[in-house]
C-alpha cells in the first residue's frame, strides 16, 4: 500500500487544496450539528416536559404524538420529506437554503429522542419530590422548574452525551441534499482525486475527534453538575 | 392543497418497483441482527475475559465503529471490499452495492449489540457465576448454561428496540445505490414524475413497521417484567 497524503496539497479545481475544502467541510458539519442540536434540546425538552404533566392528558397525548411520529420515520426519508414535500405544502419555504431545513429534520428527530429521555429522566424522580413541591405551595410550573427538572437534567447528562453524539454522526445524512459537509466532500474528493483510502481516512478522523470532543464536554459538565451521593444510572446500548 | 395523487400507486406500480425494495431491506435487517448478535456476544466476550490481548482489540473495535458515522462506514466498505471478493459470491459482481451492504451492516451493528450483550452479562449477579463454579463447571461452560442465556434474556427488549433503529438505518444503503425498501419508492417516484406521493408513502410504511414493532417490544416487556 503506497500513501499520497500530498493529495490533501492539490487544487481542487477553484483554487483552494482539497485540505482547504476539507476544513470548510469540516465546519458544515459542525454547523449543522450545533444548529440541529439547539432546536433539538428545545423541542425536546418542551415535549418532554409535557408528556409528564400529571393533569393535562391532551398535552400529553400531543407530545406522545410527536414523538412516536419523529422516531418511527428513518432520518433520511424525513430530510427528503423537508426537502421536497414540506415546501410545497408551505411555499414560503422554498426560499429557505437547504441547510435550514436539514436543520428542522435533524432537529426535529433527534428531538424525539431527547424528548423521550427527559420523560425518563422526570419519572425516574421518587414522587416525594413532586409532593416536596406541592407542600411548599408551588405551582406545578414552579414544581417543575425549581424542583423536578434540575435534578431530571442532572439524571440524563448521560444518554444526553451520547444523544449529542449522535446528532453529529446523524449529521452526515445530510449529504442526502448536497449540503457540503465531511460526508459530501470525502464522496466528492474521492471521485476527483481516486485517493479513496487517504480522504476517508482524514474524514473518518475528523468525526472521530469531534465526536470525542463532544464526549468530553459532557463529561466536564457531568462532573460539575453531579448531585453529591446521588448515583448517576449510565443507559444501555441503543441508538446510533 | 397539495395536489397529491396517492391513488397512482397503484399494484402494479408497487409490484414493479417496491417489492423487490422491500425484501432487501429485510433480508438486510435480519442477517445483520442475527450476525451482530453473535459477532456482539464475541466481542462482549473478549472485553469481559480479564485477558489484555484479547480485551483491547476488542475495545478499540467497538469505540472505533461507535464514534464513526454509519454512512461512512457504509462507504468504506463500498470501498474497501476488492472486486475479486465479490466474484466469489454467485451473482456477487451484479449486486456489489448489496452484499457490500451486508457485510457493512454485520459489521457495525456488532459495536453496537456488543455494547449491549456486554451490559447484559454485567447485571447478572455474581452468586449466578459462583454458583456455577462451585458446581464445578468451566468457565465456558459457566458463560454457556449460566450467564448468556440469563443475560440474552433479560436484554431481548432492547436487542429487538436496537433491530427497529437498525432497520430505520437499513435505509442509509441509498449512500451506495443498494436498492432498499426507500430507493425502491424514490425510483418509481423519479420514474413517474410523483417524488412527493413516493416519499410520503415511503414514510408512512416505515413509521408503519417501526410502530407496530415498537408496540409489540412494549408488550413483551411487560410480559417479561412479571416474570423477572
Known sequence: MNWDWKVFLNDDGSGRTY?????????????????????????????????TLPNSPWLVRLANVWVELFRNIPLLVQIFIWYFVVPKIFPAMKELPSFVLVVFALGFFTSARIAEQV???????????????????????QTYRYVILP????IIVPPLT??????????????????????????????????????????????????????????????????????????????? | MLGLDLSFFNWDIISKFVIKGFWFSIQL????????????????????????WLATPATIYVNGMRSVPLVMVILWFFLLVPAGFYALIPGGSNNRAEISAIITFVAFEAAYFS?????????????????????????????????????????????????????Q??????????????????TAGKIYGRTEEAYLLAAVVYFVMCFGLSYMVKRLQNKIAIIR
Not at chain 1, 151 to 154: E, G, H, N
Not at chain 1, 207 to 224: D, G, L, M, Q
Not at chain 2, 29 to 52: E, F, P, Q, V, W
Open chain 1, 19 to 51: 485540505l482547504e475544502w476539507m476544513f470548510d467541510a469540516w465546519s458544515w458539519t459542525l454547523a449543522v450539528a450545533g444548529a440541529s442540536w439547539v432546536v433539538a434540546m428545545v423541542v425536546g425538552v418542551l415535549f418532554g416536559t409535557l408528556r
Open chain 2, 169 to 186: 438505518d437499513t435505509s442509509l444503503v441509498y449512500a451506495i445505490g443498494a436498492y432498499d425498501l426507500l430507493k425502491g419508492f424514490s
Open chain 2, 115 to 167: 455494547e449491549i450483550m456486554r451490559a447484559g452479562i454485567q447485571s447478572i449477579s455474581r452468586g449466578q457465576v459462583n454458583a456455577g463454579r462451585a458446581l464445578g463447571m468451566t468457565y465456558s461452560q459457566n458463560m454457556k448454561l449460566i450467564v448468556l442465556p440469563q443475560a440474552f434474556r433479560n436484554m431481548v427488549p432492547i436487542l429487538l428496540t436496537q433491530t427497529i433503529i437498525l432497520f
Open chain 2, 29 to 52: 435487517t435480519i442477517i445483520a441482527t442475527l450476525g451482530g448478535i453473535i459477532l456482539g456476544t464475541i466481542l462482549a466476550l473478549m472485553r469481559l475475559s480479564g485477558k489484555k
Open chain 1, 119 to 141: 420523560r425518563a429522566g422526570v419519572q425516574s424522580l421518587p414522587r416525594g419530590q413532586r409532593y416536596a413541591g406541592m407542600a411548599m405551595g408551588f405551582t406545578t410550573a
Open chain 1, 151 to 154: 435534578m431530571a437534567f442532572r
Open chain 1, 162 to 240: 451520547s444523544e449529542s453524539m449522535n446528532v453529529l454522526k446523524n449529521s452526515s445524512v445530510a449529504f442526502a441534499v448536497s449540503i457540503a459537509e465531511l460526508t459530501m466532500f470525502a464522496m466528492q474528493a474521492q471521485e476527483e482525486t481516486s485517493r479513496g483510502i487517504e480522504i476517508y481516512l482524514a474524514v473518518t478522523a475528523a468525526y472521530a475527534v469531534s465526536a470525542f470532543a463532544v464526549n468530553r464536554v459532557f463529561a466536564f459538565i457531568e462532573k460539575k453538575v453531579q448531585i453529591p451521593g446521588y448515583i448517576m444510572a449510565g443507559a444501555a446500548g441503543g441508538g446510533h
